[in-house]
């Protein structure tokens, strides 16, 4: 795998830090193939990320959000994991497992529920009323065309 250094572009930017920071963050992360997930564009400012958590149950799983950052966890607890049971082949990976996604601005967890196997996490965009973009109506823009209107005829 290759590796990049941004090191440049930090003596050359002001405010971008955090950016080249989650390149970096990226660059080094491995491929995680355990479990197995998908994210989906349900809407234009919503998303759900499903992860396949085939043998565990509601109790066996963790999912937590702080700062932009969604953190799933998966373990099984020990005392449910050999119960008598004695397997002569065993295909279903229950071991433990933690998957990080970054979220964008304002990304919030909307609704998680676990169904035939599969994690549904459904994220929702919800931007602050003070941050949406509004028009800002311009005073006295009749006078000012009446003002022309009367030059105009003189």
Avoid: C
């Avoid at 085939?54 to 937590?64: K, N, P, R, S, V």
């Avoid at 700062?67 to 799933?72: C, G």
């Avoid at 035939?116 to 509004?134: Q, S």
């Amino acid at each position: 795998m290759q590796t990049y250094d941004f090191s440049p572009f930090y003596r050359s930017t002001v405010g971008l830090d955090r950016l080249f920071n989650r390149l970096d963050t990226i660059v080094g992360q491995e491929a995680k193939s355990y479990p197995p997930y998908n994210i989906e564009r349900v809407d234009e400012d919503a998303w759900r990320v499903s992860v396949a958590v085939a043998g565990f149950g509601a109790d066996d799983i963790l999912i937590e959000t702080k700062e932009n950052n969604l953190l799933v966890k998966g373990a099984k607890s020990t005392e449910t994991d050999e119960d008598g049971r004695e397997f002569l082949h065993r295909g279903i990976a229950e071991r433990s497992f933690e998957l990080r996604f970054q979220l964008g601005e304002y990304v919030e967890v909307s609704n998680a529920g676990l169904e035939n196997g599969l994690l549904n996490i459904d994220l929702k965009r919800e931007v602050p009323e003070h941050k949406k973009p509004r028009q800002i109506a311009i005073n006295g823009a009749k006078s000012a065309k009446k003002t022309i209107e009367n030059n105009s005829v003189n």
